[in-house]
């Protein structure tokens, strides 16, 4: 969505004019907000697609602006706060946030993270490189492909899951180390509403880990983010279709897996 309209929202006008080179440089159209009374505006005078919303505006609060934006539209925000707040974090993807950034922020990681959210919202994926006829993914000394659905262990012997289990898994290969609420996958595999008390992600989970982890009972590929939900912590690699050899099991087994 190269040509996609953005609205910054916060009380620094020298903030919101980084943002707003950053973004015109990257090809998005920018609006810009410095309250409650302008953001709301900017929403029904514009056709937005994204949103980046400082929690921590002057006069009002940035919570509240969020839950009246989401009354009538489900435009994707990506809150933006002075602090590493677990709790504002939950309450943030309670209220409907897509993505969260704390300041102070490297402009490269909102970009990627701004591209992320309006892939995600457009419905589609990041495309795998044509390496092969059949593109795979390598972690861990494991491999997975994706166009047969199949995932082969550490020792090259094909581990028996069902679909959904292979979906959830797909859903982290193609997004690693971001931190993916629960409500978040929930809605990547294509699953009925979320709701708090729902165990249905926890349960898959459980099972994909028995699946790839080591020890399951100290999981290091998938890690959860406790009030938030999941991330998968280990590289990534795309490549041809074919099965890793013990060198490149090694090479996995050293990768960045926390």
Known sequence: ???????????????????????????????????????????????????TLDLNL??????????????????PMIMVTGKDDVIDRVVGLEIGADDYITKPFHLREVVARIKTVLRRAS?????????????????????AIPDEMKLY????????????EFKLLEVFLTRPKRVLSREQLMDLVGGHAYAPLDRTIDNQI??????????????????????????????????ASQLPSKSAESAFARSDCR
């Open 58 to 75: 002057a006069g009002d609060d940035g919570f509240d602006v969020a839950r009246v934006i989401r009354k009538t539209s489900q435009v």
């Open 123 to 143: 419905g589609s994926t990041p495309p795998l490189p044509q390496t092969g006829a059949n593109p795979s993914w390598q972690f861990d000394g494991m491999i």
């Open 1 to 51: 969505m190269k040509n996609a309209a953005i609205l910054v929202v916060d009380d620094d006008p020298k903030i919101r004019t980084l943002l707003r080179r950053c973004f015109e440089g990257e090809g998005y159209s920018v609006y810009e907000a410095g309250d409650k009374s302008e953001t709301l505006a900017a929403v029904a005078a514009h056709p937005i697609d994204l949103i």
């Open 206 to 239: 459980a099972r994909l880990r028995k699946k790839i982890e080591r020890n399951p009972s100290a999981p290091r590929l998938i890690s959860t983010i406790r009030g938030i939900g999941y991330s998968f912590t280990c590289d990534v690699q795309h490549c």
């Open 153 to 164: 262990d550490r020792d090259n012997l094909l581990i028996n899951m069902t679909s959904g």
